[in-house]
């Protein structure tokens, strides 16, 4: 058992937002405890082992690696055993009707857009122009994270300085990327629409009709923002953040639940099965009915978290496959991202859309000689599951899972042709794997509105208790809740 040792900060759950804080911290000199739930880091973003095989959590891409980014410079500055992919195409859309690869090229995947039959060519690049722009001047903020609050005088000035690209973005915020499309004249061209409900629904978790314009316009350019794969899978990343926070200093204590969350004269007491810990701080990489589970408080006592949980609420669970397949004949050995929806014209979710993650021949370690690993999710509405009983529950997952099969049969048959080895995972397997509440994934949804802009900083649930994660901003990837993680650190630093 551990003594009741005071730090400075106690980080729960080791998460990417908890590892970016953690390591922050600790740069900055503070006395840090780090504790995870799972024996393994990087909560929904993670590689876990099962059967001998090694798969990601979720399927979805990670971008930050570029030299400059946030990745980019840890990987460099800690000397970190990281090596990025970079593939070409970063991930191809399938459709019944359309093969659209997205391309490293961000203009010959525009090319590619406006050479398809009855493209509305002007409307494309129009569209493409107005997204630039708002990539432009929003992406520099997870780039050079002192952009974010809490704002220093010297980042005062140079957002002062940013003033004429800000006031271009007016004009689009609180309203719908629906609005810009239909704007430009390019709401009846399917193809253009599939690709962008597709990319909204894995970035800002709705569709493209409905997705706040400002952040949809800013998620497009997700793949050319030093995106990449991470060779053995984002928990090599995740393990090497673990090791850059203990040799700055910190303990990092997997396999350690935290119980619950008390004030104490001075701070906070955290008890965790390994035994009590003291701090001045806790950060809480959770969702809010995490956080209020800790502290023992129904949501309703703490109106912020209560509010934040019912918008969560309005999102999405995860039902997933993980798969083992034979490697096709003459495939070239990549990583692949593949993105199926076999009905454009019905919802994006419950099976009918996939995102689907297959490891690399140099995976070395996921799966046998010639074998890849798969890991294929779609979005399930956590509001249509509570109203369920659990066996009703059963049945509608099951039904998912089969029209998830389907689906790769119809789109993808080269990689489920040598199909050997499937787990299936609820929405609550989800949760044991990643350790989230209720198997959530991508925090709120961003649906349009000015109540997206309302909370633009660092949250502070209670004084010295810290929330971050995909639930409060920047929002939903691992890099932005690393970018939330580190200026949560630097709020912390500055009441220290």
């Avoid at 203009?107 to 122009?129: E, T």
């Avoid at 200093?249 to 969350?261: I, Q």
């Avoid at 080895?421 to 609820?426: E, L, V």
Wanted: aromatic share 8%; glycine share 12%; charged share 20%.
């Amino acid at each position: 058992m551990m003594s009741s040792t005071w730090y400075d900060a106690v980080v729960v759950g080791a998460g990417f937002g908890g590892l970016a804080t953690a390591l922050e911290l600790t740069r900055r000199g503070a006395r840090v405890a780090l504790c995870e739930t799972l024996n393994y880091p990087g909560g929904c973003a993670s590689t876990f082992r099962r059967e001998g095989h090694a798969f990601e959590a979720g399927a979805t891409l990670f971008s930050g690696f570029e030299p400059h980014q946030l990745f980019g410079r840890w990987i460099r500055e800690h000397s970190m055993a990281v090596t990025v992919d970079w593939l070409d195409p970063v991930v191809e859309l399938r459709t019944p009707e359309l093969r659209l690869p997205v391309h490293r090229d961000r203009a010959r995947f525009i090319d590619s857009l406006c050479a398809l039959p009855g493209a509305p060519v002007s409307g494309i690049r129009r569209l493409f122009a107005l997204q630039a722009r708002v990539a432009g001047a929003l992406w520099p903020l997870f780039d050079d994270p002192d952009l974010l609050p809490p704002l220093d005088v010297k980042a005062l000035l140079r957002h002062a300085g940013r003033a004429f690209q800000y006031a271009q973005l007016l004009r689009w915020m609180g309203r719908p990327l629906g609005a810009v499309l239909e704007h430009l004249g390019l709401s009846g061209f399917t193809p253009l629409r599939t690709y962008l409900d597709a990319l909204c629904q894995i970035t800002v978790q709705c569709s493209a009709g409905e997705a706040e314009s400002l952040f949809a316009l800013a998620a497009m350019d997700y793949y050319w923002r030093g995106t990449g794969h991470v060779r053995g899978g984002i928990g090599r990343l995740a393990e090497a953040l673990t090791r850059a926070v203990e040799a700055g200093g910190g303990t990092v204590l997997l396999a350690n639940r935290v119980k619950s969350l008390t004030r104490v004269p001075g701070g906070w007491s955290v008890s965790s099965r390994k035994g009590e810990l003291r701090a001045r701080h806790v950060v809480a990489n959770l969702l809010p009915r995490g956080v209020t589970r800790l502290l023992g408080q129904p949501p309703e006592q703490l109106p912020r978290l209560g509010a934040l949980s019912e918008r969560i609420e309005e999102g999405w669970g995860a039902a997933m496959l993980y798969l083992v397949v034979r490697a096709p004949e003459h495939e070239n050995g990549s990583a692949h991202h593949l993105e199926l929806v076999r009905n454009t014209g019905a919802p994006f979710i419950e099976g009918n859309h996939l995102f689907m993650s297959i490891s690399g021949a140099a995976d070395e370690g996921r799966a046998p000689a010639g074998h890849r690993t798969v890991t294929v999710s779609t979005h399930v509405p956590l509001k249509a599951l509570a109203r369920m009983t659990s066996e009703d529950q059963g049945h509608y997952l099951s039904g998912i899972q089969t029209r998830m099969h389907q689906g790769l049969e119809q789109l993808a048959p080269e990689w489920m042709a040598g199909l050997t080895h499937t787990m299936t995972a609820s929405p609550r397997t989800y949760q044991r794997f990643t350790q989230r509440e209720g198997g959530a994934v991508g925090g709120v949804p961003r649906r349009a509105g000015l109540a997206n802009y309302r909370n633009l900083g660092p949250m502070q649930v209670l004084d010295g208790l810290w929330l971050v994660g995909d639930s409060v901003f920047p929002g939903q990837s691992t890099l932005a809740t690393a970018v939330g993680g580190v200026r949560t650190a630097a709020s912390i630093a500055a009441r220290s």
